[in-house]
Every structure is written in C-alpha cells, then in structure tokens.
C-alpha cells in the first residue's frame, strides 16, 4: 500500500465526513455502555449481598439435593442391643416393606450385620464391640466404647473422627455414622425408588416387565377387579410418589391455563373492535378501552391471583381469573392492533353493496383478523401452561403448589424431578401442538 | 354467497362447479360447528372441573368475593400513603398492620427510602440484573443456533434444545433449588428469571440472526475474514437493534416475573404483597398496588419509546416477544 499525500488525506475527510469525523458517542459509545453495565452489576453484587451469601451457601447440602434428583437413599439405623444383636431401624419413609430381604444388609449368625457399598471390598462388618471398615479391600476397624467411637490411627481421609463418632465416607455409593450405640447408614442407589409401588402394595418388587406380564396373565390378584385396573389402581394410589395426585394436580394447572386463555380471548374479541380506532369511529370509547386493557394488562398476575384466592379460596378459579384479566387486557391490546392494520378494501366492498355495519365487520373484517388472532391466542395458551405453574404456587393451587410442598420438605427432590419432567413434556406437547394449528392457519414459517 | 343457485341457466359445466362450490362450504361449516362444540364443550368441562376442583365453591363464594372488596378497605383514604412513604400512622397500636415506619431503609439520619420502595426497587433491580446477565448469554448463543452461520449440523441442535429446556423449566423449580442451599433471598430470584432469559431471549435473538441479510458476511468471507470476525463486523451491526429492543421488552416481563418468584421465596415486592394481603393489612395492600401499577407502566412506556426509536413499530410484534 502506498501513503497518501496530506492534501488527499484531507480532501478523503471533508467528503465524508460521516466516517472520518463520527460523534464521540458513536466512537465510544459501546466502552461507556460496557463499562457502565459492569459498574451496575458490581453495584448489584454489593446491593443483594451476593458475597456473603454465596460464602454462607449450605454447598454440600446442595450436591446432596441435587444427587437426590436421579438417586435415591436408603437410611437405616443399625442399632446394637444389649444382647449384641445388631438391628436395622427403618424410619416410616422406609423404601423397603418389613421383612424384606435386602442384598446390601445382611444379618449374620452371631448377630452382626454386614452393608456392603457397592462391593465386596467395600463394606462394614458391624458387631456391637467393633465396627470393620473395608475400604478397597483394606480393614480399618473402628473400637466401640461405652460412650464413644474412635477411628483407628492412621486411617485414610474417607474415615473421619468427629468428636464422639466416626464418618465413613464411601462416595456415591453412601456414608456412615459410627457412634456408640448405632451405626447410621446412609445407601445410595440410581435411579427412584419404588416409583412404580410402594412397599406397603402387594405388588411391590414388580418391575415395569412383570407388570406387562401380570396385566396379561389370566390369573386375577384381586378377585375383584381385572389385573390391569389392580396394577394401575395400585399406582396411582402410590404413596411415596402419589402418581395420582400429580396427575391432578398437572390437570388442574393445565385447565387453568386453557379456560383462562379461552374466556379471555371470547370477552377481548368483542372488546378489541371497540378499541381499534378503524372500526368504532369514537374517539372516547377508543381511548376508554385502550386505558382499560393497559389498567388490567398492567395490574400484575401475581396481585389478581393473590386478590382471588382471598376470594375464592386456592385451587383453579384464582388462577383462571388471574390469566383471564391480566390475559383479556394483553390479547385486547393485540387484538385491537391487528384491526387497526386491516386493509380497508374489503369493508369498503362491503359497505358499497349495502350492508348492515355487522356484516360488514363479519364479512370485512373477521376473515382478515382471524388467523391472526387465533395464533396470538395459541401463543398466550403456551405460555400460559408455564405461567399457571407460577401462579399456582403463590396459592392458586395445582403442580406449582405441588411443587413448593415438594420442595419445602428438602428431602423430595426426586419427586421435584419427576414432576420438571412432567411439565417439560406438557410445555414441549403444547408447544407443537399449537405451532402445527397455527402453521395449518397462516401458513408454515409464517410465525 | 349461496343465493348462486337461484339463478337458473346455468351450462352443464357451471351447475358441476356450483355443486362441488356447494359441497365444500357444507363441509367446511359442518367442520367449523364441530371445532366450536367441541371447543364449548372442553371449556365447560373444564370450567366445571375447575369449580369442583377449586376449596370454594364458585358461586357460594361470589358474595364472599363482594364482601371481600367491600370491606376490604383501609381507616382513612390517607392511610395508603402514609404506608407507601413510610410515614407514621394516627392509628398506630403497636401491631403491625399500621407499623408503616419500623422497615424504613435509613440512609443518614433524616433521609430513608420508604420499606415498600425499597422492596420495589430490590424487585426491579433483580429483573434488570437477570436481563442483563441472560441477555448477554444469549447473545453468545444464539449465534451457535443460527443456521446460516453454523449450518443445520449437531451444533446447533445442541444450542437449541438447551435453550428450550432453559425456557420451560419451571422458574419455581430453581428458584426453590437455590433457596434451599441460599435461604431465601434475591439471587434464588435471579438466577430463575436469567435461566428462563437465556432460553427466550436466545430463540428470539437466533430467529433475528436468520433474518439477516447475508450480503455483508458473504464480503468478508471474500476477503478472507475469520467466523468470528464475520460475525463481529456483518451479522451484529445489523441484529443489534432489532436484540437491544428484544432485551427491553424481555426487561418489562422480567419486572412481572421477579415479583411473582419474590412471592414463593426471592424476597423484594412480591412477598411483601403475599404477607400483607394474607393478613388483611388493606392499606399497605392498596399502597403496593398503586406502587407496583405506576411502575410498571412506567417501565412499559419508557421501553415501548426506547424500542419505538430503535426500530420503529415493527418491533410491537406483542404475541411474538411475550413467549
């Protein structure tokens, strides 16, 4: 490249100007704009306390309740006796029904029990005078005392004396507590638990393959009834998941949803002519109607739900009010819009044959508007399927609510997963459901 | 339209079509009746399930509803805004209910932020932060989602389905997840708006990076530009207004969704307004109300003239950005 002599250079920028000599907002507007983004959110980090309370995060509860949502634990107390007899004490949320033979826990001859972690080399010989821990095959034997248990010395980092008790940690597969007078074992396993019965149905044990079987089998359980309304009589009913409660619940939040979408797409139709300019030539009712959308468009969901379940009580009516208001004021405000845009020839056709002013909003105007219309309501309707999740848990009732009580226990997280994945495949079903009627309606990729 | 067939004189030929014109708006009408009964008929089966379903009867408990909002009503008119600027209350008794100063954020010794602006701005704040923080990461993304700059191979497969799990993931879900590890406070809130951001923003923005006009990034590729370089210098000039008007129009559906989530456990104004409508505390309710109502049309006028000025009214495509 050759340099250009002083007086080109100059000549280059007086003639254009508009890239030569740029406003200095223009040259440095995205470092200001950076710079000022990043100062906020400094700002913000110090404003909410992040610092403190990610330093004061429960962050080893948090890999727990995450492991919870693919895997389940087992939490017997083995408890010693004063006969040296070791027994497990199942709490009520127990996985397994009483006397059931369990391959990780075996009770020995002379009153010892043996958990094994996955493996043979992995595993507790509990005796109520010593507990030996094998951790790859190696023994560590941890000495029982009448108030106390004390680790050996020199025991790997996976075995922890903590003051009177000594914490076995052996992964994923589970951790135990050794104290004086039991042996807290806590199992793990992949997967969820008695997700198709609970222990206390007589099916309990039957996987999903002999569950086909039985539903095909001629040879009746219960006398009462066929073997396929029996098994699925036995899992909806099941207690540590209740399968048919969710479903309800999922039900409830779904038709929430629906009838809200659907009343507020009938009173804002009627409505929307009223507002759009094109249609109703009357400047105060225009406005008047405009004001009112944008007034309950604008009154959050949250407030209309909270308002109707003081009402109503919780359950699906706060909900189908709240989308229904907050959804009339939306969809009218849309609505009105589209009727403002319509091509006004055909309403003139209309008009020069005669017709009544209803005919001509039918035949004018309707048929221009519909597919518009029908896709913004199909649009609401999904995402009004999350938003009435939300909604049901500030007291509208349904999964949300199902949801939060599922939380707020700590110890359901695989119950929480089971019920993300329902509404993920609700949300995802909707989804293409309402894009294939809507691209029936205006066309493929017109949305 | 079917008065045609009064006329008669019609050729062979035209009397076919006519017939065959007949036969199809017969068809369509029987459809069209059939869609809307069962329309009608889903929605009163629903509406009845919902009222069976629902603690309250529908109709037993309207005049509940009436008296409700009737007596639903602060002493005295001032009230509301003596608990929307924290000032003193003449009914004050000790209790709560008119207790308007106690949560008064002192900045020196005379100068506070009233508790329920304080509780607003945390609210706002939190849709702001969780806008930005999603925005950003959708707009790294949505150029892996585009098909004109990655090609239609596992890339962007991968960048797509993440972002729709990220879009319908239940908010209340994370939000919860997090409370249990934080406690409760605003960065639960955060985090479940910015997820839910990142997969709404990311599908709007990919869908704008498709649009784009092709020609600037067929030039660069002529004189040898890198992927990055073309998509710095042909695809972002040119998506990034139709993106900054996306971002605010996602920031004003943000205010509404961090109130909701501070409602079941992210703190600011949303759980304020739980607590105080669950106690029957009329003024402050009605002082939140008013609150949260002038700013959030507030935030949607300043936006919507934002945009306006971006892009011109193009970018009111309502249904289309609300999802």
Known sequence: MSAISAAERARLENKFPEVFKTSFFKRHGLVFGIALTLAYLVFCWFFFNVGPALSNGKWDRASIYVQDWFSWRAQPRLRFGEDGVVTPQWSSRAQYPANATIDWLTPNADGSMTVTFGSQADRLDITTQQVDVYLNGEVWPVTITADAALAPEGAPAAIQQDRQKVVVDFGFEGQAEIRANQVAVQRRFFGWANFLYDPKSPLWGHDLFSTIGLILSGDRINPEMSNASYVLDQWLNNQAWQHGDILVKLLQTLVMAFVGTLLATLLAFPLAFIAARTITPNRAANWGMKRFFDFIRSVDMLIWALFFTRGFGPGPIPGIAAIFLTDTGALGKVYAEALENVDDKQREGMKSVGASPAAVNRYGVVPQVAPVFVSQSLYFWESNTRSATVIGAVGAGGIGLKLLEAMGTNSDWDKVAYMVLLILFVVFLFDNLSNAIRSRLIGPGAH | ?323
């Open chain 2, 1 to 323: 339209m079917a008065d045609i067939g009064h006329q008669s004189g019609l050729s062979p030929a035209g009397e076919t079509i006519l017939r065959h014109y007949r036969s199809q708006v017969m068809t369509r009408r029987v459809y069209s009746v059939i869609a809307v009964l069962g329309i009608i008929i889903a929605l009163f089966a629903a509406m009845s399930y919902a009222n069976a379903a629902n603690s309250g009867k529908f109709f037993e408990r309207l005049p509940y509803m009436f008296d409700f909002i009737k007596n639903f009503l602060p002493r005295d008119p001032f009230e509301i805004f003596r608990a929307m600027f924290g000032l003193e209350s003449p009914f004050f008794d000790g209790s709560a209910k008119y207790d308007y100063t106690s949560s008064n954020i002192y900045l020196t010794d005379s100068f506070y932020i009233p508790n329920f602006v304080y509780q607003l701005l945390v609210t706002v704040n939190i849709a702001v932060v969780s806008t930005i923080i999603g925005g950003s990461l959708a707009f790294v993304l949505c150029f892996f989602a585009a098909t004109n700059l990655v090609g239609a191979g596992p890339v962007r497969w991968v960048v797509r389905r993440i972002m729709e799990i990220f879009r319908a993931f239940p908010e209340i879900v994370v939000a919860g997840l997090l409370t249990a590890v934080l406690s409760i406070g605003p960065i639960a809130a955060i985090a479940a708006v910015s997820l839910h951001t990142i997969g709404a923003l990311g599908k709007l923005f990919f869908e704008v990076v498709e649009n784009a006009d092709m020609k600037p990034d067929e030039g660069l590729k002529s004189v040898g530009a890198s992927w990055l370089e073309r998509v710095r210098f042909a695809i972002v000039p040119q998506v990034m207004p139709n993106f900054v008007s996306y971002a605010l129009l996602r920031t004003e559906i943000n205010v509404r969704a961090s109130t909701i989530i501070g409602a079941v456990g992210g703190g600011g104004i949303g759980e304020v307004f739980r607590l105080s409508i669950g106690r029957d505390y009329a003024a402050q309710t009605y002082a939140i109300i008013i609150l949260l109502l002038v700013t959030i049309i507030a935030i949607d006028q300043f936006s919507g003239w934002l945009r306006r000025r971006l892009v011109g009214d193009q970018s009111f495509d309502f249904g289309k950005a609300s999802v």
